[in-house]
């Protein structure tokens, strides 16, 4: 049977006037197109099933396949445009040659192409074709006297025969099929998987229930105590975040704050650490400092130092009981536009501290890019006598104190006492509290004066949780 | 007036794909090199190829359009992957006179390519090519000119 090109020629959308269909540049299939001859595809094998329903073993099986290019701005912005032209319409080639007649490539705009893959298609010949084609498309260019070189992540889903699936469902599985191929690290392919669109709708669940917590006022701040080695003193508390869900219950930051950096919030839930903070902080006796991390984010969009100005002057918090941490990536994400609002922090009288020192860099460079007034050791040194000591003493040297983080045991606490750290934070002195038990923690401080090796009441609740506490 | 592409030599190895015995191996790559004189002569390229079990080294020269599109059909083979190309330069060509010398098959330690990837240096492709090249030469120099 001869089928009739319905749309075989639309109308241009500039001119009115009609024109050959397809994408321009490569001579593919355009996104339309491509979803006219998918659709058609799945209402014949339809029509078929209903004709014969008791076929048990149908045959028709076929696939889509979402293919993106990786690289390829990169290729874009170093070539030229022109290039980039050239190095697409050699993909389609290259596509269009590794596929049989009946299949269908399409280009469905900039660097995304699609390929559909006609009846008999099983989920090993579909397996089979996506790795030719990240294998192909990953060979070298040749482009105006220049090699060019891309990768290619594929996302394919089946519809298998005799099985029935909408055009847009299809679509949308070959999409998180891709979404697999890239956050597994590009130039691979991956084919549908149920647990995909499970994970998919978790995500997409997590996403917007992330979006409204600061509005329904789900986030909370804990507090975890400092205390100074050579006083046994508490000084201050660093303030955590936490996210309480009514559904979820307590989730740790591990699993949101990646994903708050993804989708930008940190700078407004930063705003609303910093002004939580300083509200809680202007009623404990005894004034202690409050210790409050700034994201990488938050030195971006230009707010940091008003916002944290108009903090310190709705609580009437003295600056100086203000700390701030920042981690070592975040300044080198950020350079000199960091190290200004640093500068004007600092102004204004706050404490700024290196956090979590020992992981990034570690650069002498970057130590010295600003005047801190405190360097953290991160947790994972706790241990490290060697490590602290050698910190402690650069620290020392520049006029810095020295916290060590993620403290634990006595032993730990009195060996990086021995090696110079000047203050100590961690489970064996207090595990974070909530803002109400701040005060009684204050208190229990006062009394038996924080001696280490004659641990707090308290502190021996079962930490088996011991996962990195870190806050927006 | 439109100016002439400049005579460019190109330098890439790949993986050999091709499966089954020594015998329909070299079969195959008769084939291969059947056609692609073949399509050189018509598209005033030269070069030379070797392979073994491995992989394949070959050389194209001539206009960079004609190496450009020669070398794109190449691609599009799936009896080979994994491409690295090692040299894209303006040169002389060294093997002006076969459309495609065949080196043979070369189960050499001085043939082994395989741990190049395209995210090699300049200067370990750079030295790779060169080594290539010199195998070319080495090998084509011994074999008969009739082939070409």
Redesign the interface.
Known sequence: MKTTAVHSHRLCAHCGSERAPGDVLTGLADRAMFADRLAASLSRRRGRSRRRPAAAEQPGGLAVLLIDLDRFKAVNDTLGHAAGDALLRAVAKRLRGALRAEDIAARLGGDEFAVLLAPPTTAESTAAIAERLVEMLSRPYLIDGGVATVGASVGAALCPGGGEVEAELLLRRADMAMYQAKNDGRGRYRLFEPAMQERAEARRKLEADLRAALALGQFELHYQPQINLATHRLTGFEALLRWRHPLRGMVPADSFIALAEELHLLPTIGEWVVRTACTDAIGWPGAPTVAVNVAAQQFQNGWLVPSIAAALQASGLPAARLELEVTESALLHNGSVAIEQLMALKALGVTISLDDFGTGYSSLTQLRSFAFDRVKIDRSFASDPAVARAVAALGASLGMRTTAEGVETAEQLNRLRAEGCTDAQGFLLSRPVPAADVVGVIDRFAIDGGVPGAPIPNFHEKSGTRKRERAA | MKKTP?L?R?V?V?RNRLSGDAATMEREVANILAVSRRNNVRAGVTGALLFNADCFAQTLEGR?DA??AV??RI??D?RH?????LQ?EQAVPAFADWSMAYGGRLDDERARFDRLS?DADQATRGAAADSVLALLRSVVSRALPALG
């Open positions: 400049p460019v190109l890439y790949s960079r190496v450009e070398f794109e691609q599009c799936p992957s994994d491409t690295v190309v894209l395209n």
